[in-house]
């Protein structure tokens, strides 16, 4: 198990390596030059030059990489251009209102989509497996930005069941009830897709169990039917899901950027959008970096449990 | 969230894990349920509740300030709260620091103060924080005499020792709390000043190094917003979040990204403001913004989405107001090279160029048209009485063909993917090339993305081999500043200077001159005017149109007015 751990944690830091050196090379790959582009078209050349030396741009480029690595590693990730305050602070306090709407989305796929698996797989060709399989399919084509507006449009403006965007109400004190309210809308939305996916996904591989010559002896046994749909079958999927629950986060981080834009959602999806348009180069770096490396961190967390779940793992 | 950034920490849940296995089922619903719930359900615990760290100059809890505001109310005004829906969040609330309009222009008008103001509907200042000014006969120093009993939301008083150092640490790199930002926009609006000083402790005094009559417009801009010193040495950087200004709202509260609260100054030295709070809240996406409208989230909204402009007209329940901007979309000709060095054929790109249709089609009437080198929002100086090329593809073909142009004829036109007051500059450029090849130009065009187009752009259009070229201005608060820096000989490409078209003539470079020396508002509009009738008729650049500014708002809120250089006030805003 500890030479499995080191294994996954050493491969952790390469990505992370790789993704780095990606990360740093954003400035320089943009066509024209970076602080004429960050300083419009009425900068003046002092102004130029100040902020070039400012940003360590006249240096041969391993020397701005090894610096710019090693303060990151301090978490100085420099400071945004257009905010004007330090990048880190600013990114973790947006990426906690991401990790609020990415779990919420994650709870309300993960929830529903077993269950909805799960309900197909049991009454598998039946009707009931046709509609799942319909919604499943329709959540899967329509874009989250798309089913956002039609929602905001929907039970917002039409309704007026739910707020139209934002955290919470702009005026009076935030409390969780509002934050749940508000939360409704951008994370159903969020959920759509991977909820589909978990539910196919489920759905076959309950499909792939239940026709196993266990799940017989079991049911021959004289075990009950709903006992063995979800200790035995439900349960020998869970090794897959847990592989799919890795691969989802990636697309609920992902998903965020469309979802908190529309939703006017304060997190690091929609600041990313606004650092692109600014041409922000820190706030885009280093919100890169922070996502990248949450999303490595969460296979490195999907692999630990993988191999807790699953003994055959952890020996290769 | 857990702590998994430590490798020791991981390798003990790893074995903590193992350990719990006692059954690989159990520990099957442990890592999926349990772990799901329980672990992002204090994952979700762990982020803390609600409230984004909130930088309140006054730190009392929401609820009761809400309360304090309901009875602290003068009987005349409803202590109701507004929500505007900003394009993007406020950058700082240092008057030094922004560099955009979003924040120079909607917000920071209402926390901050300037020596003058724009009166309601022109360029024209009147007294704010001075009461009076005088200007000495060489134009050159400008003596303000400030407005006595005046505050600062921190309750220090606003003196010239105030005024002298708002100005000084923006100017003075030296300052001990010398802090403009990333961009020192001080010295572009204030960089004619050459000496500052407190003649007593009412009065300052401005010396310029040469006369500058935008010098005073530039002074109404909340850069120069005048700042508590006191408040500034005591918050240093944290001055930013803070934002101490004497205007008739001060910050309440400002969770990042999510909203900024302002409340009513009970100790504003004027007429006080008749919300009891106005709130701030960036909403990015244009449709967002819109629908949050709509659903009465927020009471008012600006810049528009062009397709949505008729749907909110339509809206009983919404008013609409729009107002050309101090903004000018244009074409530069390369006047060193053929074809454009003949006035001739300019004319004929002029005369080909469909104006009208792009701006209704494509632009959507968020454009009004522009002839001239100056936008009509800097009425009077503006004037429409200038040479006006209508489309006329025929009159187009005959001019070409009187220069010896041949149909078929090659041109390079840079055009850009988008940019900061560019409009819709790809769409545009691809129906200019459309009607340039009905009349027999071929234009080629090389579209480059908006950071790479200014370096070409900026190294010149004839070292680029390039004819014909898209930019547009915002010209702050002055009408003469941007036509000095666009079409002066000595701001050619090779001086690293705006005028992209190389355009010379010197009666127009002595009018750009003394039209910034001029104070005499009669004079310099004539100067102006003339100015405006040669660059018509000589045409360098051909002015296109002027981005339109629009709003949007509930009909409860009255009192609501557009300003041609975009600022906002709502001290005399009411909600009904």
Known sequence: MRRYITQRLLSAVIVLFGVSILVFMVLHLTPGDPVEIMLGPTARPGDIERLRAELGLTDPLPVQYVRWVSRALQGDLGRSIQLNRPVLPELLSRFQATLILAVAAAIIAFSLGLLLGVISAVNHNKLVDRVVAGFAMLAVSMPAFWVGMIGIVVFAVNLRWLPASGMYPPQGAPSWGKLLVHLIMPATTLALVPMAVIARFTRSQMLEVLGQEFVLTARAKGVPRARVIVDHAFGNTLVALITLLGLEAGILLAGAVYVETVFAWPGIGSLMVEAILKRDFPIVQGGVLVIATSYVLINLLTDLLHAAADPRIRVT | ?576
């Open chain 2, 1 to 576: 969230m857990a702590d998994t950034s430590n490798p020791s920490d991981l390798t003990e849940a790893g074995t903590e894990l193992a350990r719990l296995m006692i059954s690989r089922r159990e520990m099957l619903r442990l890592a999926t349920f349990t772990a799901l719930s329980g672990t992002f359900g204090s994952l979700l615990a762990g982020c803390a509740p609600p409230a984004a760290p909130s930088t309140a100059p006054t730190s009392a809890p929401a609820a009761t300030s809400a309360a304090m505001t309901t009875t602290s109310a003068p009987a005349t005004a409803m202590a109701a709260s507004i929500v505007v829906g900003l394009v993007a969040e406020p950058t700082s609330m240092d008057p030094a620091h922004p560099t955009d309009n979003n924040t120079i222009s909607r917000v920071h008008p209402n926390v901050f103060e300037t020596l003058v103001k724009f009166k309601q509907g022109t360029y024209e200042v009147e007294p704010l924080v001075a009461e009076s000014y005088t200007v000495s006969d060489d134009n050159l120093t400008y003596t303000f005499k400030i407005r006595q009993g005046i505050t600062f939301h921190d309750g220090t008083p606003l003196d010239a020792d105030a005024v002298v150092y708002s100005f000084e640490r923006q100017l003075d790199p030296n300052h001990p709390e010398a802090d403009t930002g990333p961009f020192p926009f001080a010295s572009w609006y204030y960089g004619s000043v050459d000496k500052l000083e407190k003649v007593d402790e009412r009065t300052v005094a401005f010396t310029l190094k040469e006369a500058f009559t935008p010098f005073i417009t530039n002074l109404a801009i909340t850069i120069g917003g005048i700042v508590s010193p006191t408040a500034v040495k005591q918050e240093r950087a944290g001055f930013s979040e803070a934002g101490i200004g004497s205007g008739p709202f001060k910050l309440k509260s400002w969770d990042k990204s999510v909203k900024m609260t302002l409340e009513r100054f009970d100790g504003y030295w004027g007429n006080k403001a008749r919300l009891g709070e106005l709130i701030y809240r960036p909403i990015v996406d244009e449709q967002t913004r819109i629908t949050e409208l709509l659903s009465g989230g927020v009471q008012l909204v600006t810049d528009l989405p062009p397709d949505n402009i008729e749907q909110i007209k339509q809206n009983p329940d919404l008013v609409y107001a729009e107002l050309p901007g101090p903004h000018a979309w244009f074409l530069n000709f390369n006047m060193k090279s053929a074809p454009f060095n003949d006035i001739k054929v300019r004319k004929a790109v002029a005369y080909a160029i469909n104006r009208q249709a792009i701006i209704t089609d494509l632009l959507k009437n968020t454009g009004t048209p522009l002839h001239s080198c100056i936008p009509e929002a800097f009425a009077p100086y503006y004037t429409p009485d200038v040479t006006m090329y209508e489309y006329d593809p025929e009159k187009a073909r005959a001019l070409l063909s009187e220069a010896g142009i041949a149909p078929g004829t090659r041109i390079k036109f840079l055009v850009t993917e988008s940019g900061s007051g560019m409009q819709s500059p790809k769409v545009m450029g691809e129906a200019i090339q459309a009607d340039l090849a009905k009349v027999g130009i071929e234009a080629e065009i090389t579209v480059l993305e908006w950071g790479a187009y200014l370096n070409v752009y900026n190294a010149g259009l004839d070292a680029g081999g390039y004819h014909l070229a898209q930019m547009s201005w915002f010209y702050g608060a002055d009408p003469g500043v941007v036509p000095q820096a666009t079409l002066h000989s000595k701001n050619w490409p090779t001086n690293k200077g705006f005028n992209a078209s190389y355009y010379a003539n010197p009666r127009v470079d002595e009018l750009l001159d003394t039209g910034l020396a001029e104070r005499d508002p009669v004079k310099r509009t004539a100067i102006y005017h003339e100015l405006q009738r040669i660059v018509a008729d000589e045409l360098p650049n051909l002015y296109f149109d002027s981005q339109i500014q629009t709003a949007a708002m509930a009909k409860t809120v009255k009192g609501f007015v557009l300003h041609p250089s975009f600022e906002q006030r709502y001290v005399d805003v009411t909600i009904g």
